[in-house]
Nanobody, 124 residues
């Protein structure tokens, strides 16, 4: 079992930056690949970024590539999402997720554990 708690969301102007954190419980965090997803009002949850167990492999949605960076610190059981050059269309609830495999996945059904989400609002 893994419990995930996101933090770091908030209100920011377009062009600004935020860093989301996701703290995981459990001693086997390093055995999980991690992902970030987001869901805007009236839209389906969509993939944002993912990272392998070691952090050596990452993958991004085209919409955030070059602006967002996913990273992890296995010693702190935490995964991060650095978001730069934010746009109003990035407004959503952001969720972190864990899957008990070493490699990342880009579909929500590939993840077994989810956090409660953190709201990110980008004003124009």
């Amino acid at each position: 079992q893994v419990q995930l708690v996101e933090s770091g969301g908030g209100l920011v102007q377009a062009g600004g930056s935020l860093r989301l954190s996701c703290a995981a419980s459990g001693r086997t965090f390093s055995s999980y690949a991690m992902g970030w997803f987001r869901q805007a009002p009236g839209k389906e949850r969509e993939f944002v970024a993912a990272i392998s167990w070691s952090g050596g492999s990452t993958y991004y949605a085209d919409s955030v590539k070059g602006r967002f960076t996913i990273s992890r610190d296995n010693a702190k059981n935490t995964v991060y999402l650095q978001m730069n050059s934010l746009k109003p269309e990035d407004t959503a609830v952001y969720y972190c997720a864990a899957r008990p495999f070493l490699g990342w996945g880009s579909h929500s059904y590939e993840y077994d554990y989810w956090g409660q989400g953190t709201q990110v609002t980008v004003s124009s």
